[in-house]
């Protein structure tokens, strides 16, 4: 077991060498490999070998992806895939049979929550919700068919936080899994796993890739687990491509100093709205104000780069503040070196009903930034002539 540092395991962990013997991994664009002979074939197909045969299933770049993320998480084995919605959806669905259930909580992305809501359904697989200041509520929701308890934390879009460790306890006492998007984290600043998650499920197209150039996620977690996401995942196709990979593995390598600056911005921008009249409240998980203040403390190194605030005046006041921005950007994605503005009422949870809405936290005056690496006070002078 290696005892670098996370930094430098980021930066050294990579595939073995070619013949020649290159410093930095290279591309490996192919989609099959060759085999020495029969019995090598025959051995490769029967698990009996642990090499690549066909990309969808393994490829020396997501290989290396995939073992900086275990390392970093500290996870058993892991699985990457070509979005964080297929990590989403393939995870689930390679643990969950007809009949099944699942206690989520509300406070959850939008096509995440679009995928209990309406498509495994079809399958009879149902969904029990909790809100996240109601985890000791989630062992009422848990039922014989129960296979795992599902959050996020920092949640998507209103960045609270849940107690991570009591999750863990609750999905052992009732032998349930438990199963962390740590997405809005990354795995420098929080390791679920550590808590008592057995699964850990990011978007690497936010903050690992950084630079809003490619979509990739990826499952870690026990290997036990992790084999029947390979085996689903193998034969249904949703594998990371090796360029993605080979991108995404270049990111890991500066992942903690544009995590450092993101978070230094965050706070002195949450720092700011909590002095400005037309703001109603803001949320940071490091602000010192923030009731979460303590809990996020305890769980994540800093406090991440999304900041929720709500403007006085609803869904108009959110509106025309997107409206006002001249430099910052508005756009879908978020954890990208530009600064991102978004409405989550108007835009991202638009479809979704008011009521679950508000279960949410998502108030119709909630703005989401997702705060990039330029100049501070660029940013600041921009959000500020927006709110003016």
């Known amino acids: 077991m290696s005892l670098n540092h996370f930094e430098t395991d980021a930066i050294r962990i990579q595939t073995e060498r070619s013949q020649f013997l290159e410093h930095s991994t290279p591309l490996y664009l192919t989609s099959s490999y060759l085999f020495e002979d029969a019995e090598d074939m025959r051995a490769s197909f029967a698990d009996e070998k642990q090499r690549n045969i066909y990309s969808r299933y393994s490829n020396p770049n997501s290989t290396e992806f995939i073992d900086k993320i275990c390392k970093m998480e500290g996870a058993e084995s892991g699985y990457a895939f070509a979005s964080g919605m297929s990590a989403v959806f393939s995870t689930f ?24 809501k309406n498509i495994l359904p079809k399958w009879n697989i149902s969904t029990s919700y909790f809100k996240i200041n109601k985890i000791d509520l989630i062992e009422s929701l848990i039922q014989p068919n129960t296979k795992f308890i599902h959050a996020e934390s920092p949640t998507n879009p209103t960045v609270d936080i849940l107690d991570l460790e009591r999750l863990g306890q609750i999905a052992k006492k009732h032998h349930v899994l438990l199963i962390i998007d740590n997405c809005f984290a990354t795995p420098y600043l929080q390791q679920p796993i550590t808590f008592g998650a057995d699964l850990v499920i990011h978007s690497a197209t936010k903050l690992i890739d950084g630079q809003g150039r490619v979509l990739g996620g990826v499952t870690v977690g026990k290997a036990d687990l992790i084999k029947q996401i390979y085996l689903f995942s193998g034969n249904t196709g949703p594998a990371l491509s090796p360029f993605n990979a080979w991108v995404l593995s270049k ?11 993101h978070c230094e911005n965050a706070l002195n921008v949450a720092e700011f709205l909590e002095r400005q009249p037309k703001v109603k409240f803001v949320k940071y998980p490091f602000l010192k104000s923030n009731p979460q203040y303590a809990l996020a403390k305890k769980q994540m190194k800093a406090g991440g780069n999304v900041v929720a605030f709500e403007i006085e005046g609803g869904i108009e006041a959110g509106r025309n503040f997107l409206n006002a921005i001249k430099l910052l950007s508005l756009s879908a994605n978020l954890g990208d070196t530009r600064t991102i503005v978004t409405h989550p009422a108007s835009t991202t949870h638009a479809k979704v009903s008011e009521e679950e809405r508000a279960d949410a936290g998502i108030t119709p005056g909630l703005v989401r930034i997702s705060v990039g690496l330029e100049h501070i006070e660029d940013i600041i002078n921009d959000i500020n002539q927006a709110l003016k």
């Open 93 to 116: 669905a390679a643990l969950l049979n007809s009949g099944d259930h699942i206690v989520s909580s509300r406070s959850i992305f939008g096509s995440t929550q679009t995928l209990c």
């Open 251 to 261: 990111s890991l390598e500066t992942l903690a100093v544009r995590v450092d600056r």
